[in-house]
């Protein structure tokens, strides 16, 4: 945390991005749920091993869009104000972690 | 759904497997909500692409649990009653979009 | 190595099987040589790195098919010796490294 | 290609770079030798998959090296002459095949 560039995004989330990312975490959200059901119900295990690869597929996805907007504005921003390196270093130190989950 | 070489598991999930299947999910799903939350706080991007991973790597962990015990059972089940080529193609294929995911 | 559970393919590979595998790992050997090529002719990094993804999708695509003759022949036979516990176990844990590579 | 925003990287390659990568190339195409040598005789399958996993690490931990000196070079240069967004969807698009890769 304290190894952090900054605090929060450099410019802040509008409210409609900030709904868009919560909208498809809910959706993953719910889809974690429906994998609970499956198993309860004692479901086939490749249905449920499908369904886990979704929610994986789905989660990544949110991760580069998160990914994106912090290259757009925290990295600009950085590269600008002269810590450019600091930023690079911090994001592929995250997506080196991200690529092998 | 319809290609797929068993229903259920061939031996039925225990209650405990169950429920040590169900706890790892619902924590995941707490740590999805986490996330929700960390968005709309305007929380710093970094942080949330480690909670993202972090979720990521404990689905894979819940899939391996799943595909372990599919071979142990429905595979090795299969395997002994003359259907294994056909138990190894659908995990294969299962297999191969979670590595992707 | 000496926590394997066989020395060597419980069905010899074929002469065919082999040559189709090397000749997919001789094409794989020839695209890193490309790649020192591109280096060295300072190429732009984006099609570096493209080249490297194309690499690494066709090394899993060879390593599913290796997994897919495993299960076929080594835990097939390991099962129906009684050894499919130890089998299963061995390839899980090679299929969690295979899957963050 | 002529999608890309660059030709080359903006800051030349230098000597020493340009060996180090090359070193680490030679040493990944030397292991995929490796690998036809143990299908060649017939070594055993999860010893194969476990070289499999080892070079795939091994080209992600170059493609990230190489990621990386983009970043510090060819994507700072356009944020600061006005092309970063350019910049950032082309990487993107990359790092999204990689991560499947």
Not at 72 to 93: F, N, P, Q, R
């Amino acid at each position: 945390m304290d190894k952090h560039l900054y605090d929060q995004p450099i410019t802040p989330r509008t409210e409609s991005e900030k709904q868009a990312v919560v909208n498809r975490l809910k959706r993953i959200e719910g889809q974690v749920r429906g994998i609970q059901k499956m198993v309860e119900e004692d479901r086939y295990c490749i249905d449920v091993l499908v369904q886990i690869s979704a929610i994986n597929a789905a989660l990544k996805k949110v991760g580069f869009t998160v990914a994106e907007r912090h290259m757009h504005h925290c990295v600009s921003h950085a590269v600008k104000s002269g810590d450019g390196d600091d930023a690079i270093t911090e994001l592929l130190e995250v997506m080196k972690h991200f690529s092998k989950s």
